[in-house]
């Protein structure tokens, strides 16, 4: 707790780091989408810092020492909101004298899917709808050109720069989910984090875990999944990138014991992109590698 002690301290009374290297306005994001997002937009005429990396499991993240740091000395920080960021909740709530920009808010809350088990009632995972991708998008732009308006003509052709993209990347991921038939679209994976992916693209969409992976599976759910992958003649079940892989195991591992097979078929990016400087290190180039390893392990 001594952080966060440390944090509220730096927050609430206003104690910055006045050691900045980097004259551009600095710009503080959480998850790897966001920060990626926000790269698109801002290009050079900001100073950006994400807090989290490829495999960093958001519903988890605890802010470090150096996190305080990022965080005290920005002018703004873009967060995904609806209780993602489980861990740092509280730190942005006491933040009203920064700029925290929940990008959550750019989308219209009666199309969420809501959850009675989830605290903030509503699906987080919000990415895996392209649609809302690009409303975030547009929000980020309003957000910076309010923010630095010298850059504003930037920000706004950046902006449209990269929605033409996400609505190409929709048309390649339409097209190639067209060619699984809907039968086999069931999709297996380690936690609910893949309904908006589900609701977009008409898939069946099971987890073993919660929205949450603060939530953990128990033996009745494994069980009852199992029985359901037999049931449903599911060919394959999917790790993902920022949850032990060890609940999918068990799940093959008690499908096997009821002497059928189901394969892994891969390991998808859910609440982190991929590795940086990689194509899946990318919000597009991470949801073309998943749909790809989906449709393929599924025909």
């Not at 519903?59 to 995904?80: M, P, Q, R, W």
């Amino acid at each position: 707790m001594k952080h966060i002690i440390y944090l509220f301290c730096l927050i609430l009374l206003g104690c910055k780091n006045d050691t900045k290297t980097n004259s551009k306005p600095h710009i503080v994001t959480t998850t790897t989408m966001i920060t990626d997002l926000v790269k698109n937009i801002g290009g050079d005429h900001i100073y950006l810092q994400g807090l989290m990396g490829s495999g960093v499991d958001p519903h988890l993240y605890k802010a470090s020492e150096g996190d305080v740091t990022k965080l005290a000395n920005a002018d703004i920080i873009f967060y995904n909101g609806l209780h993602l960021e489980g861990k740092l909740v509280e730190i942005f709530e006491k933040m009203a004298h920064k700029k925290t920009v929940a990008i959550a808010d750019a989308i219209d809350k009666s199309t969420l899917i809501g959850s009675e088990y989830f605290a903030s009632n509503y699906d987080p995972h919000i990415w895996f709808n392209v649609d809302y991708w690009i409303d975030a998008t547009a929000y980020v732009v309003n957000t910076l050109s309010e923010a630095i308006p010298e850059h504003k003509a930037a920000f706004e052709a950046n902006g449209k720069a990269y929605t033409d993209q996400l609505n190409t990347l929709k048309t390649r991921l339409e097209n190639n989910i067209a060619t699984l038939p809907k039968a086999q679209r069931i999709l297996v994976t380690a936690h609910d984090a893949f309904n908006y992916f589900g609701k977009a693209f008409d898939f069946q969409v099971v987890g073993l875990q919660g929205l949450s992976t603060a939530t953990e599976a128990g033996v009745q759910d494994v069980q009852k999944l199992s029985k359901f992958i037999i049931d449903n003649h599911v060919k394959a079940i999917f790790v993902e990138s920022s949850v032990p892989k060890r609940t999918i195991e068990a799940l093959q591992a008690a499908v096997k014991a009821k002497n059928h097979n189901v394969t892994i078929g891969g390991t998808l990016y859910s609440d982190a992109l991929g590795d940086a400087n990689t194509v899946e290190g990318t919000y597009i180039g991470m949801f073309t590698y998943n749909v790809h390893t989906i449709v393929n392990a599924l025909h």
